[in-house]
């Protein structure tokens, strides 16, 4: 297969072959290829060259849920392929179906519920019947654990498991190396476009996997200095609402240099806690930073003004203005605080200290690769002297040597005295920055751990809602 | 998106210039009208006098104003519609207070001028207010202001305010002082300059060039512009979008309320219900013709201002329907417009 996104050879001379009854997994960095080549397997994509061939159907349940959140789980399952009768939808039909095809799998859900109102789980289930319905001989998941609880993951793969005993042929893309050492028989490295490796399983190890996506060693992160930590945010029974996230109640500290990690599956409150920080939604409860309150005036230019740098979890929408360059991307928020002409030195800093490539401070910001446009946003926010930096999924969708770079940057930060607030649904991430961990499910805190009692089993129960 | 917008430029303005000749032609072989003759009318009736220079330097003034009002509205994200309104309302302050203050000239036309700007502006902050205070949208509030604003001058010049007797709709004359000097009035006169020839495009290419330094190179545009091209982040990096929106608003409606005051100082001496047929409509497809910059806002008004004037001599001279000549200009802007908006939908 090959296939050209202008400049970019996305996918460069790629063979894949799938058996029935295999779980095959597919991995790589961001950019490396392999959502394109899952992509044109599934023909969504038309390859510049090669040929594909399959023994049946194919189907492929995407990382961001495709599904119409205003319709019904049966509408969406069997969209386009409803049972007619006559001129109408026969929905009784359309249910049942919905109910038999669960129980098949074993992936129960009612078929008259409502998507939106679905946690993240069953939607996923939703996905799945969707493809399932069509009996595909392929079967194709593109990060499909990226919003499940450890718990769901698991019973997720044990459906997967089941498929390929039914002789369906499974490939998963993903960047989770547990999962595919744990849950494949087969594994499959793409860099830059190529396959740089094809292994049994059993006869390799992440580590050796690391090593072959990045195409080296894997970088170390910035050492971690004594610091001696102050008081610096206090949050006391804070609650706030930000569309569907909603924050119940949050006490805690973030004190000057230490890292608190908030560790928690996606939609569990911590958008909601991120925009309350940043001053763009209204909360109730008691905030106070550096001894002062912050509360419903305090607007975002005020929060900024005295050092809090929020780094939201979406680059491309709340961060960055695409159009424009480098330069006036890297001023923004410290706009009437930075002179016209020092908008350029600041951007060179940025692009220094953060190796953003190109780099050129002249280089419009839509065109540069999501790695580079998140070290902008994280580098805006660390080069302006801040106190307190809230870092909400600062790594999302950005390749392993990128993401070490943002997080060796973070530690340092936190080494020169400012508090960070770690928010992420990674969490090895958070297990390899933080000084404290907190845990939050459906809008509560639930656990704190000291980094020495860190306890992977435990917090991962926690997040799941398990006491 | 600009980028490509403007390597786009070229192909843009050649698949244009075909529509517009091919359909432009059709058109008139319907009509019975040779395209040589009809095409060759137009271009001698925009550029072969200097009187009709200045008659295409004036139609450019006249969508000008709006259309640089309404770029500024529109690089703030607001669909500002309502520049007929703001238009209309500035040429009737201008009209209205001109004819009531005998002042000398020095202090009459300036004073017109910020009359208009500031009636233009008023009625371009009210939608600003109700978008910042209440989330109003912009696009159904302007174009309902811009029903009230004619009603309501039409109501004024015709009731409290009708001057001239026999039901003429327009307020009594402006004094001399207060005219703006005369582009085709000069046109035969020795002491011409060029400055003369057309002194409300003069004032409208600086205000462009003032409004390009602004948006590009102050705070003030630059947030304007963020809140425009990215309102998410921008409201994360501390810009007070409602505060934005009153301003942009404001001022977009106070160039457009300029425009109108020109109108009446520069070539009616005085409001009537007249006044525009159509400018602030007009202005938005110059406006998009010209990319939102103030440069090409300039270069699209002068090739506005050349299909109106020529339009006439279509008329006239060469005996095209006035049907055509209007399918002719509608085309130039349908294609330029409509190309436009095909590249923005493809790279989006």
Not at chain 2, 176 to 181: H, V
């Given at each position: 297969m090959r296939r050209r996104f202008g400049a970019v050879q996305a996918v460069d001379g790629v063979d894949l072959e799938l058996f029935p009854g295999e779980i095959q997994a597919l991995v790589g960095e961001n950019g490396a290829g392999k959502s394109t080549l899952a992509a044109i397997a599934y023909g969504a994509v038309r390859p510049d060259e090669g040929t594909i061939e399959a023994t049946g159907a194919v189907g492929l349940v995407h990382q961001h849920f495709k599904l119409i959140q205003r319709l019904r789980v049966w509408e969406n399952v069997l969209l386009n392929r409803e049972p007619k009768r006559g001129w109408t939808i026969d929905v009784a039909a359309a249910q049942a179906r919905v109910r038999a095809l669960g129980a098949t799998y074993g992936l129960a859900v009612d078929p008259d519920a409502v998507v939106e109102t679905l946690p993240v789980g069953i939607k996923q289930r939703v996905e799945l019947l969707r493809e399932l319905d069509r009996e595909p001989a392929v079967l194709l998941l593109d990060?499909?654990?990226?919003?499940?609880a450890p718990s769901e993951i698991a019973s997720f793969f044990e459906t997967v498991r089941g498929l390929a005993a039914r002789g369906t042929a499974v490939l998963v893309v993903t960047h989770k190396l547990a999962e595919v050492i744990a849950y494949s028989q087969r594994v499959t490295v793409m860099r830059a476009g190529r396959v740089v490796g094809r292994h049994l399983t059993a006869e390799t190890n992440a580590e050796a996997i690391a090593r072959e996506m990045v195409g080296g060693e894997v970088p170390a992160l910035a050492a971690r200095a004594a610091t001696t930590p102050a008081p610096l945010l206090a949050l006391r029974d804070v609650a706030a609402t930000a569309g569907i996230s909603t924050l119940a109640n949050a006490s805690f500290d973030v004190r000057a240099g230490e890292i608190v990690g908030i560790a928690g599956i996606e939609g569990n409150g911590q958008s909601a806690l991120a925009d309350a920080l940043a001053g763009v939604v209204p909360f109730t409860g008691e905030m106070r930073f550096a001894g002062e309150a912050l509360d419903a005036a305090d607007s975002p230019a005020s929060r900024i003004a005295r050092g809090i740098r929020v780094i939201p979890q979406d680059r491309r929408g709340e961060a960055l203005v695409l159009d424009w360059n480098v330069r006036d991307n890297v001023a923004l928020g410290r706009q009437r605080v930075l002179a016209r002409a020092a908008y350029g030195s600041a951007a060179l800093e940025v692009i220094e200290r953060f190796d953003v490539r190109p780099p050129n401070p002249e280089a419009i910001v839509g065109m540069l690769s999501g790695g580079n446009q998140q070290k902008i946003v994280v580098g805006r926010a660390l080069t302006s002297a801040p106190r307190l930096v809230v870092a909400y999924q600062p790594t999302r969708g950005i390749d392993i040597g990128a993401a070490a770079l943002v997080q060796s940057r973070l530690i340092e930060a936190r080494n020169a005295g400012a508090g960070v607030l770690l928010i992420s649904f990674e969490l090895d991430e958070i297990f390899a920055c933080a000084d404290r961990v907190l845990v939050i499910a459906s809008g509560a805190f639930v656990g704190a751990f000291e980094r020495s009692t860190i306890d992977r089993g435990r917090i991962g129960a926690l997040m799941a809602g398990h006491q | 998106m600009n980028a490509l917008l403007r390597s786009r430029g070229a192909r843009d303005a050649l698949v244009a210039l075909v529509v517009v000749f091919g359909v432009g032609s059709i058109a008139m072989l319907l009509a019975h009208v040779s395209p040589l003759v009809g095409f060759g009318a137009l271009f001698d009736g925009a550029l072969g006098t200097p009187e009709e220079v200045a008659e295409t330097l004036v139609q450019a003034a006249n969508v000008l104003f709006p259309a640089l009002g309404i770029a500024v509205a529109f690089r703030a994200g607001l669909f500002n519609i309502g520049a007929e309104g703001q238009l209309i309302l500035g040429g009737f302050a201008a009209g209205w207070i001109g004819a009531q203050l005998p002042l000398p000239a020095f202090a009459a036309v300036p004073l017109l001028l910020v009359a208009g700007a500031l009636a233009g502006g008023a009625w371009g902050a009210i939608p600003g207010f109700l978008r910042a205070r209440f989330g109003a949208n912009e696009v159904i509030a302007t174009l309902m202001l811009n029903v009230i604003a004619i009603l309501l001058t039409t109501y004024l010049v015709n009731g409290p305010l009708q001057q001239g007797g026999a039901g003429a709709s327009e307020t009594a004359a402006l004094p001399?002082?207060?005219?703006?000097?005369d582009p085709i009035a000069l046109v035969g006169d020795p002491h011409l300059t060029l400055a003369y020839l057309g002194t409300p495009i003069v004032v409208g290419i600086v205000l462009a060039l003032v409004l390009r330094w602004a948006l590009l190179r102050t705070v003030f545009g630059y947030e304007l512009r963020a809140a425009g091209d990215a309102p998410e982040a921008a409201k994360r990096a501390g810009i007070d979008l409602g505060r934005t929106a009153l301003v942009a608003m404001a001022l977009s409606g106070a160039i457009a309320g300029l425009g109108g005051a020109t109108i009446v100082a520069g070539s009616l001496h005085r409001f009537n219900t007249?006044?525009?047929?159509?400018y602030g409509f007009i202005a938005i497809a110059v406006a998009l013709v010209g990319n939102l910059d103030p440069l090409w806002i300039v270069v699209a008004a002068i090739a506005f201002g050349m299909l109106q004037s020529g339009g006439i001599a279509m008329q006239a001279e060469a005996g095209v329907p006035r049907e055509v000549v209007s399918l002719v200009t509608g085309l130039v802007i349908i294609a330029l417009a409509g190309r436009r908006v095909v590249a923005r939908r493809r790279t989006t």
């Open positions: 990060e499909p654990t990226a919003a499940l | 001399r002082s207060a005219y703006l000097p007249g006044l525009s047929p159509g």
